[in-house]
């Protein structure tokens, strides 16, 4: 004020200024450029805009009604493309890896469904392969624990403190269910992997895959008894089960237990034992093979895992005439469980059937009727389904072996997709128990591709015996009969044969079920040759059934 000087305000004097004064046009150039600053270049970086202001990054300014809509907001984009939530509300770095791997996943889910359409054979191996599966697995539980974490940082994100005490409430149980649902799935999907690939481990055998013979598929399947009145172990059902490759269409041969003069095929160790095929009178039969062969011959295959079935495999493909691929052998001890855990079966039954019954072999006494299974459509769990495969009392093994027909038809009708996934643990638990076989783990793929062919077409039935031939067929059977008539009825189970079948109004001779079920016995077959019957009442009721 009085007597002060401009450089001496408070005592303190101000250094006496350098520079030139301003002049418009300096403060003009420094200023502006056009709608733009003009900074100095060694002013350093720019800095960054402050996202204080920004609802999405700091809801603190929010309006109430806007922190619920981004909370909501946040949780959905958490859940449908996870790393999205934080890459726009504050933590980029994770935001961008956690979308790297949401993208990732989407394409080879994308990858999987593709090759599902156009090379399903490459995605089962690919998802059957121990190692491959072992990645699954893992990668699934990384999923899981990833997911999880980054529902902990969406909260956090959200800032529960912020929002009204029902919003809080809300938010936190659906951040709570989310993770049980997102992470639990996963856990649970490696679980399922882990499950199969032990299944897949245990059951089947190592090796390379096999290639269709004449465009099929051939594989024996028999269903072993090892029982208290018997001395080893029996396959009393034998079944070959002919594929398609191209189509899925599925032819399935009835061997009898009882077929004598079993020839074996000249590459076979016991074709050399019984040059004549298996003949010695009533007890050589075809399902004597396994008991013979685990008794007398087992040093003939020295590096075969089950000397016996491969035997009977080697039998099935003299009596048929075709390359047999591998063999399953189910032990009919544990059948009841595997139909336990395919949740039963169902099936329209002809004719009534005992539950027990028949002589023990042992003692020669009548064994006890211990229930019935009665005519009409039943769903039956395991231990009535073992009986129905399995009764004697009162029926020819025909019959009997119609039934198994029967039972192997509506088993596989089971095997849907839904019911797979929901008792897929029940069933490979069962499988290990119960299933042996020799297919190699790699034709897995090759195998369940045409499975899935085979599901669009009826199954057609075939045998060595009635209702084809007549009772004495199996005891004095005309083998190169047999399997002409047999490649005739193969040739008609293949797209082109069927096309032409239908273009001349002539039918297969194979047994082929009723539109929307695979039925058995139900139809009358086509004769092609004078030991062929002409009807099939060579079936009881007791062996009639159908799968509805």
């Known amino acids: 004020m009085n007597g002060s000087s401009p450089s001496d ?6 250094p ?31 800095k960054k805009r402050s996202n204080v202001a920004d609802p999405l990054v700091n809801p603190r300014f929010a309006a109430p009604a806007d922190r619920t809509k981004r909370a909501w907001w946040l949780l959905g984009a958490t859940a449908l493309v996870p790393g999205s939530a934080q890459l726009v509300a504050g933590r980029k770095g994770l935001g961008r890896v956690a979308l790297r791997v949401t993208v990732t996943v989407w394409a080879l889910i994308l ?40 529902w902990f940082d969406t909260l956090r994100l959200i800032r529960p403190g912020l929002l009204g005490d029902k919003v809080r409430r809300a938010v936190v149980i659906v951040t709570v269910l989310a993770m049980v649902v997102t992470g639990g799935g996963l856990v649970y999907a490696a679980h399922l992997v882990s499950v199969a690939r032990g299944a897949v481990s245990n059951i089947f055998a190592g090796g390379l895959p096999f290639a269709p013979d004449n465009g099929r598929y051939n594989i024996l399947l028999m269903g072993g008894d090892a029982g208290d009145d018997r001395e080893g172990r029996r396959p009393d059902s034998m079944t070959v089960l002919s594929v398609d490759a191209d189509s899925g269409r599925t032819v399935t041969v009835s061997l009898p237990r009882n077929l004598q003069n079993v020839p074996f095929p000249e590459d076979s160790p016991l074709h050399d034992v019984y040059p004549s095929g298996f003949s010695c009178g009533d007890e050589c039969i075809l ?29 099935a493909e003299g009596v048929t005439g075709v390359e047999i691929h591998g063999y399953v052998l189910i032990d009919m001890d544990g059948f009841e469980s595997l139909v336990e855990a395919l949740g039963g079966i169902t099936l329209d039954v002809g004719g009534r059937v005992p539950m027990g019954g028949g002589t ?6 009548p064994n006890p009727i211990l229930g019935w299974i009665e005519p009409g459509v039943q769903h039956m769990d395991g231990n009535h389904a073992l009986w129905y495969a399995r009764s004697r009392e009162g029926a020819t093994d025909y019959d009997r072996q119609a039934r198994q027909r029967c039972v192997q038809a509506a088993m596989l009708k089971q095997l849907n997709p839904v019911n797979v996934a929901t008792k897929f643990q029940d069933l490979a638990n069962s499988g290990e128990e119960i299933i042996e076989t020799d297919i190699p783990q790699s034709s897995i793929g090759s195998l369940v591709n045409v499975a899935v062919k085979a599901k669009n077409h ?11 031939y007549d009772q004495s067929f199996p005891t004095y059977p005309d083998f190169e009969l ?9 040739d008609k189970a293949t797209d082109d044969g069927a096309d032409a079948a239908a273009s001349s109004n002539v039918p297969a001779r194979g047994v082929a079920g009723a539109p929307g079920g695979v039925g058995v016995a139900m139809s009358v077959p086509v004769p092609a040759s004078p030991a062929m019957v002409t009807t099939a009442e060579e079936l009881s009721a007791n062996g009639t059934c159908s799968v509805p």
């Open 9 to 14: 305000v408070g005592g303190t004097p101000y």
């Open 16 to 46: 006496p200024s350098t520079q030139a004064p301003y002049t418009d046009e300096d403060y003009a150039e420094d200023t502006f450029h056009g709608a733009s600053a003009t900074r100095d270049p060694g002013s350093g970086p720019r």
């Open 111 to 150: 990858f999987s469904a593709v090759l599902w359409l156009v090379w399903k054979t490459a995605l089962i191996w690919l998802l059957t392969n121990s190692i491959t599966s072992w990645i699954l697995m893992f990668g699934l539980l990384a999923l899981a624990l990833g997911w999880v974490f980054l």
């Open 287 to 315: 399902n004597a093979i396994y008991t013979d062969v685990m008794q007398n011959h087992q040093d003939l295959y020295p590096d075969v895992a089950d000397p016996g079935a491969e035997a009977t495999k080697e039998a």
């Open 360 to 365: 023990n072999e042992t003692t020669g006494l």
């Open 458 to 468: 009826d199954l057609e039935s075939y045998a060595v015996g009635p209702p084809f």
């Open 482 to 490: 047999f399997q002409s008539d047999l490649q005739d009825v193969l």
